[in-house]
Nanobody, 121 residues
Framework: QVQLVESGGGLVQAGGSLRLSCAAS????????MGWYRQAPGKQRERVAR???????NYADAVKGRFTISRDNAKNTVYLQMNGLKPEYTAVYYC???????????????WGQGTQVAVSS
């Protein structure tokens, strides 16, 4: 079973940047779509970005043009480059495997610990 460990979060001022990493172990994720999600205090977890096994990407409207998801299959790692950060982006960020069936993506496996991102105004 794949284990995912997120890192790279921290405290940053509005307008700043962070690069999150999601390192996978136990199995290769190269054939899986992967997603980044976030959960802000008191809110439901929401999808931020998705990348397919062949590199196609998709973003939530709230982060389009600011965030870039990428993957390095040789390192079994997925990244989320976040630029132009806003205070409303403060949340715990998680990565997870995705599976595609019945014309939709679904999460696979358990959520990890996530990495905290805090954006000050």
């Amino acid at each position: 079973q794949v284990q995912l460990v997120e890192s790279g979060g921290g405290l940053v001022q509005a307008g700043g940047s962070l690069r999150l990493s999601c390192a996978a172990s136990g199995s290769s994720i190269s054939s899986n779509a992967m997603g980044w999600y976030r959960q802000a205090p008191g809110k439901q977890r929401e999808r931020v970005a998705r990348i397919t096994s062949d590199g196609n990407t998709n973003y939530a409207d709230a982060v389009k043009g600011r965030f870039t998801i990428s993957r390095d299959n040789a390192k079994n790692t997925v990244y989320l480059q976040m630029n132009g950060l806003k205070p409303e982006y403060t949340a715990v960020y998680y990565c997870i495997q995705l599976t595609f069936r019945m014309y939709a993506y679904y999460t696979v496996g358990s959520w990890g610990q996530g990495t905290q991102v805090a954006v000050s105004s």
